[in-house]
Structure formats: structure tokens, C-alpha cells
């Protein structure tokens, strides 16, 4: 089966501009999590999204960053506007069931982001 | 609230020895737990999981781990260290109450020839 696809692979902006971060799961699986992994960190959980709807945000910055999950398949990550702290690598995962923690997360090549 | 420690931020081992990864965790709840290993400029794999079944686990590539509940530790070990274990190594745990995951910080396995 294909794997979890993320694009762009790689973005290079300046601060204060805005960026969108793509990322498509494996066909089926009901939940999707982005991370944010910065240098020398392991990753952050900033959203889950259990089919279409959120289960968990805690932990996404949400006065600049936003992300949505259309028709509960693929899911855009949105920073708008991007600090230099934001600069780091950004993960998108999926898991087959409905956000059960004994799933197993399948993760994308991730998209590196250098705010300058 | 959870937890997960990772004792060692870079562990070294001569190829042919035994790897020992540290991991403690804290978890309120009943936890699952996970190891996911990432190869430079790869996407995270998953190594092994416990969710309340045995509680040695075994992995891909050779890789086992324990649950230890008196101890909180879920330590990584394999008994021959290959080159292609060189690798940056993330203990996961999972709250199956709230299905919270927390990430450890990661330990760097460097493997001499």
C-alpha cells in the first residue's frame, strides 16, 4: 500500500510571510496527526484529527497556526504568521482505527521548514 | 498527565555488541507503549508496541523490549549491534484513556565498526 505523502518536501521563507503543508494518509486510516519535530527534539504532537473532527489541539499554537481535514481524507497545515522559532520539520502521520492508542502511526517523509 | 524519559541522549556501541536504549515513562493510566526508530533523512518506522499483551516484545530487526510496570521502564535491547542500527531511537507512550501520545526526546545510536 502507498505510504503517507507530504509535500512540499522542503521550504525556505521569511518571517512573517504565511506557509501550507499538505499531507495525504494512507487510504483508509481514520486518523491523522501532525508533529512538529524541531532540531535535536523529539516530535510534538499539534493536532489529531479522528476522521474529519478534532480530537486533540492542545498543543497547536492557535493564534498563528490552523489546519483542517476536508471530507476527513487528506489535510492541509497552515502558519500565517511564521516565527523564526517555527523553523523545523514538520510531521504528518496516520493510524488505521479511530484514534486507539495501541494504533500503530505510519509517518511521511515530513516537510523541512527554515524561517529566515 | 504522561510522561516518557529517554536516559540517553547518544548511546555508542562496537558492532557486535549488545544495545541497550533507556526509556522510563508516567502515565496516569493503563499505557501503551512504543518504540519508533528514524533513519537519517527516513520517516519514523515502528520498531515494537506493547498494549497489555506479553510483556516482552519483540520487534523488527532484532529488537526487544520489556515492560517493566514496578519499574515504569520500557528499555530497548538487542543483542548484536549491526551497522545499519545506527539510527535516531523515539520511546512513545500512549494513554489509552484520553489516546494522548507524548514523544520522548530521542536517543542517537552510533554503531563503530
Known amino acids: 500500500e502507498a505510504g503517507v505523502a507530504q509535500s512540499p518536501r522542503y521550504k525556505i521563507i521569511e518571517k512573517r510571510q504565511s506557509v501550507a503543508f499538505w499531507c495525504n494518509p494512507i487510504?483508509?486510516?481514520?486518523?491523522l496527526y501532525w508533529y512538529q519535530q524541531i532540531l535535536g527534539q523529539g516530535p510534538k504532537l499539534l493536532i489529531q484529527?479522528?476522521?474529519?473532527?478534532?480530537?486533540?489541539d492542545s498543543q497547536l499554537p492557535k493564534d498563528r497556526f490552523s489546519a483542517e481535514r476536508l471530507k476527513g481524507v487528506d489535510s492541509t497545515l497552515k502558519i500565517q504568521p511564521a516565527k523564526l522559532e517555527d523553523s523545523a520539520v514538520y510531521l504528518c502521520?496516520?493510524?488505521?482505527?479511530?484514534?486507539?492508542?495501541?494504533?500503530?502511526?505510519?509517518f511521511g517523509p515530513g516537510t523541512r521548514l527554515t524561517v529566515l | 498527565a504522561q510522561s516518557v524519559t529517554q536516559l540517553d541522549s547518544h548511546v555508542s556501541v562496537s558492532e557486535g555488541t549488545p544495545v541497550l536504549l533507556r526509556c522510563n515513562y508516567s502515565?496516569?493510566?493503563?499505557?501503551?507503549l512504543f518504540w519508533y526508530v528514524q533513519h537519517p533523512n527516513k520517516g519514523l518506522q515502528l520498531l515494537l508496541k506493547?498494549?497489555?499483551?506479553?510483556?516482552l516484545v519483540k520487534g523488527i530487526n532484532g529488537f526487544e523490549a520489556e515492560f517493566k510496570k514496578s519499574e515504569t521502564s520500557f528499555h530497548l535491547t538487542k543483542p548484536s549491534a549491526h551497522m545499519s542500527d545506527a539510527a535516531e531511537y523515539f520511546c512513545?507512550?500512549?494513554?489509552?484513556?484520553?489516546?494522548?501520545?507524548?514523544f520522548g526526546t530521542g536517543t542517537k545510536l552510533q554503531v563503530i565498526p
Open positions: 506493547y498494549t497489555s499483551a506479553a510483556t
Open positions: 502515565s496516569s493510566y493503563s499505557p501503551s
Open positions: 484529527f479522528q476522521n474529519n473532527g478534532v480530537v486533540d
Open positions: 512513545v507512550v500512549s494513554d489509552r484513556r484520553y489516546q494522548k501520545v507524548t
Open positions: 502521520a496516520s493510524s488505521r482505527n479511530s484514534g486507539l492508542a495501541t494504533d500503530t502511526q505510519y
Open positions: 487510504s483508509g486510516h481514520a486518523t
